[in-house]
């Protein structure tokens, strides 16, 4: 980078259109949820949970009187949660108008009655004489609720007080603070200089703008002035992201405390019946394994380039030249025959999500910067993502379409109170379409699609869910340890944390410069309610790759239980969930072949781009 300053284009050329002004064909359609505001508004102020009160203190009575009680909790959850995610779809596309901002806050301050009102229901039902939850969990009238009700008995050590429970649950907004204050940040306040490519054409920076085009593209000198804008902005807000990241850190040690658990990783891990060990051994076994495959792909790199230095901003990169390019129909074509191994109802919601404007592909000032799924039980989900007519593009969009048609399944099998999921089980329903679309493309006589499918799997997979993402993983666990341990966390412990962590990871083989230690400051995850997301990418995507290997070799009927554990939702946890999928996950050997299937990868595609070259 050597100190040079990105170059300042011209704003006519590099100024992001607003949302109004972003072609209605790219946005996403929400006139499903409601026609206009307006209705959402009239939605909003009829939201009422008073009706709950009459089962405060009877919930002994009968096993009827509970079905009535959680009957009409999940109605009043299921409205208050249309109304909320509405106005999440609207600060997604535009987080810098202060309209949808306002939205989101009245929509919140709402969802946050209705779960304050419905706090007596678990402290009520812990506070049962000795035997009769247990009993209620086998009632044939509570059937649909009798895995809710093992789930409770199951965190029974952890529940507050009646008043405890309603306290937190009056807190909700002021605990979701550090997300918002970090989406407000990226999405709103966040102000990068443009650069020029080498044509001279200028371009806006965001993270997104960064992470999903400039990234990828094989310029290196636009890599590096958008790299040096992007994290000159990030620094000028490096005290504020910094203290806000440790803000949260300390949020969940204390939660932990609270509710009685060992440490933080153990309340996050809880839901997913994981202890801390398997966590702890899946992030070491991942980042020993996958560090020489980094370091071996670095050292590709610089051989192909004729390059002795690398830097953080050639990483994404394309190993040479531009991938094949790919239009948004074509996109929806190959979508639909790599997945077609897993059935017609599956493809049909992928068709259905595509025609049907599901997805936002916009490229506006404000948007949310990542290519997310998000879902709420009955709506059918939305994907926000980016669009540059490259391979990469689709198999992002295949990982996306993944979440969406994971929650489409579930709401069609689940009752709303099944229907959530970890970030393990999420992830696996995700890569497994990277996976298929991988086959696919590397199966047919055409050598250009199998290297361009490789170079995906290696420049977007393995790049950000076995590096990024681990390494991030491994800085948050090592604040967490900190935090715990009582020692003194500041913006400048998160800095040396960084640099010690990636230089550990990439070796002599990356150059880390001092003014470029931000990186962390670019994924959203690290303020997830559960942040201990990063680490189930690679985990998640060792899995898929085991199943997905089952359903090349087996077809139709490992598919069939594919879909099946697809199909649970909360009734599975991670290890059972995988398990239904006819794979075991309580030990290395899954995590340490996708790694090494990777490593084998590098070689493959060194060997194509010689034979290429030729």
């Not at 704003?11 to 992001?16: D, F, K, P, T």
């Not at 093992?150 to 937190?168: F, K, M, Q, T």
């Not at 230089?503 to 400051?521: P, S």
């Amino acid at each position: 980078m050597n100190g040079e300053k990105s170059v300042q284009g011209d704003s006519s050329m590099s100024e992001r259109p607003t949302r109004s002004q972003a072609p209605e064909e790219l946005k996403w359609d929400v006139t499903g949820i409601y026609p206009n505001n307006a209705a959402w508004e009239e939605h909003l102020v009829r939201l009422n949970a008073d009706s709950l009160a009459e089962y405060e203190g009877r919930l002994r009575e009968s096993a009827e009187t509970l079905l009535a009680c959680l009957q009409l909790r999940d109605v009043l959850e299921e409205q208050a949660g249309r109304v909320t995610f509405y106005a999440h779809l609207h600060q997604m596309g535009d987080g810098s108008d202060p309209a949808n901002l306002a939205m989101v806050g009245r929509a919140s301050a709402a969802h946050g009655k209705i779960t304050a009102a419905a706090s007596f229901i678990e402290p009520e039902l812990l506070g049962l004489p000795d035997g009769q939850l247990e009993r209620y969990a086998q009632e044939p009238v509570l059937r649909a609720y009798s895995h809710q009700l093992r789930a409770l008995i199951r965190r029974r050590p952890h529940v507050l007080s009646r008043e405890g429970e309603a306290v937190l649950s009056g807190l909700s907004q002021i605990l979701e603070t550090p997300f918002q204050i970090y989406q407000q940040i990226v999405n709103a306040d966040l102000r990068c200089e443009s650069v020029a490519d080498s044509h001279g054409t200028s371009h806006a920076v965001s993270i997104d703008r960064w992470l999903f085009h400039i990234a990828y593209s094989s310029d290196r000198e636009f890599r590096r002035r958008g790299y040096a804008s992007l994290m000159a902005g990030l620094r000028t807000h490096q005290s504020t992201l910094g203290a806000n990241l440790i803000n949260h850190v300390r949020k969940q040690v204390d939660l932990a405390r609270l509710r009685r658990f060992g440490s933080a990783a153990e309340m996050l891990l809880f839901p997913d019946h994981l202890d801390v060990a398997f966590y702890r051994r899946a992030v070491d076994t991942l980042l020993e394994e996958a560090r020489p495959v980094a370091r071996q792909l670095l050292r590709l790199r610089k051989r192909l380039w004729g390059v002795d230095r690398l830097y953080p901003y050639d990483l994404t990169a394309p190993l040479l030249d531009q991938p094949e390019q790919t239009s948004f129909a074509e996109a929806g074509d190959l979508l639909r025959s790599a997945l077609e191994p897993l059935g017609q109802e599956y493809v049909r919601v992928v068709d259905t999500a595509l025609r049907e404007r599901w997805v936002d592909r916009a490229d506006n000032r404000g948007r949310f910067p990542l290519p997310i799924s998000t879902s709420q039980y009955g709506v059918h989900p939305f994907i926000m993502t980016t669009w540059t007519d490259k391979l990469s593009d689709v198999m992002l969009l295949s990982h996306e379409l993944g979440h969406t048609v994971h929650s489409i399944l579930i709401n069609r099998n689940q009752s709303i109170g099944d229907s959530g999921y970890g970030g393990l089980v999420a992830e696996t329903a995700s890569t497994a379409n990277e996976w298929l679309c991988y086959q696919y493309l590397s199966a047919g006589s055409d050598q250009g699609k199998a290297l361009a499918a490789a170079r995906c799997l290696l420049e977007v997979s393995f790049a950000n869910h076995f590096s990024a993402m681990l390494l991030i993983e491994r800085l948050q666990q090592r604040l967490f340890d900190l935090v715990e341990a009582g020692k003194p966390v500041a913006v400048e412990t998160v800095l040396a944390l960084h640099r010690e962590i990636w230089q550990d990871f990439y070796g002599d083989e990356l150059v880390l410069e001092e003014e470029n230690q931000m990186e962390w400051a670019l994924y959203p995850h690290l303020y997830f309610d559960n942040c201990l997301y990063p680490y189930s990418y690679a985990v998640a995507m060792s899995a898929s790759f085991a199943i997905t290997t089952q359903i090349r070799a087996e077809g139709a009927s490992a598919a069939e239980r594919w879909l099946t554990a697809l199909k649970a939702g909360a009734t599975l946890p991670p290890l059972a969930f995988w398990r239904t999928a006819g794979v075991e996950m309580d030990t290395d050997e899954p995590l340490r072949q996708a790694v090494r299937f990777f490593g084998g990868l590098v070689e493959k595609v060194s060997t194509l781009l010689a034979q290429d070259q030729k």
